[in-house]
């Protein structure tokens, strides 16, 4: 009895974990934005510590608001060290008038892009246009210079 509940609880782990996978997004931007959008990341929580609208730098806007799906926010909480496998970092900018000029993302893919911390970039527009997207070199080339807190400026992950 106790081994058949074992093998259950292995078994349903096991098939929730390929579950949670296979509905991840491939490194396609079209997919991102309508999982991005199916999932609602507006309604994941903020970098912890920062607001709605706090102030930003170029390349990336006078105004940002930040959204981390739930497993960043748990190893930025918990100082893992990165953002695991599969999760998301999520950046509205904003023109000085509040008004959203941009949305970018960071999508961790294990061995996407070993030589840009396996982060698929992406930057599109409110009406979904892409504007960048895959191993973009303006992006992998900024975020370099803190490739040792995982490539993010935003705040500490260790």
């Not at 008004?99 to 911390?117: E, F, I, N, W």
């Not at 599109?124 to 803190?146: M, W």
């Amino acid at each position: 009895m106790v081994l058949r509940l074992s093998l259950t609880v292995a078994l349903t782990l096991m098939l929730s974990t390929s579950v949670f996978a296979a509905n991840l997004p491939d490194t396609n931007g079209k997919a991102v934005i309508e999982y991005l959008n199916k999932t609602d990341y507006q309604g994941w929580q903020l970098w912890p510590g920062k607001t709605k609208l706090y102030k930003g730098t170029h390349p990336h806007g006078a105004l940002l608001t930040t959204y981390v799906s739930s497993g960043a926010y748990k190893a930025i909480e918990g100082k893992a060290g990165g953002i695991p496998n599969g999760e998301f970092i999520v950046k509205e900018n904003y023109t000085p008038e509040k008004k959203l000029a941009a949305v970018t993302v960071m999508y961790k893919q294990q061995g996407y892009s070993p030589d840009g911390g396996d982060w698929y970039w992406l930057k599109y527009a409110p009406d979904g246009t892409i504007d960048k997207e895959g191993k973009v070199d303006g992006c992998i080339g900024c975020h370099r210079a803190v490739k040792n807190n995982d490539w993010l400026f935003i705040g500490p992950v260790k």
